[in-house]
């Protein structure tokens, strides 16, 4: 049960402009000096929404608007990274929805 996600669903009348903590599900053994480059071309890019990389065994989240993750992809297809899915996990957008609030 320990490896259960839920995913949030995204509704497309949604503002896609919103960002979301989107989650890379990628290769286990992934090669982290690659990761970071990916990563600070994407701050280049201004693509983020927030300065942060939640690094996970075989995932990252980063916090982006739905509408760069077509340009996120083609960073990640440019440097030959492998990726599975893309996806919001439910816990991370509750955890998102906690803080707007406050």
């Known amino acids: ?19 979301y903590p989107v989650t890379f599900n990628i290769d286990i053994g992934y090669d982290k000096a690659k990761a970071r480059s990916i990563f600070n071309e994407i701050k280049e890019q201004s ?12 995932s990252f989240t ?8 077509p340009k996120i992809t083609k960073i ?3 440097y030959k990274f492998n990726f599975y899915g893309i996806y919001v996990v439910y816990d991370n957008y509750l955890e998102m929805k906690e803080v707007e609030d406050e």
């Open 76 to 78: 990640l297809l440019k």
């Open 62 to 69: 980063i916090h982006i608007p739905l509408t760069n993750i």
């Open 1 to 19: 049960m320990k490896d259960i996600s839920l995913i949030k669903k995204i509704e497309y009348d949604d503002d896609l402009s919103k960002p």
């Open 47 to 58: 693509l983020l929404a927030q300065d942060i990389l939640n690094l996970g065994n075989n």
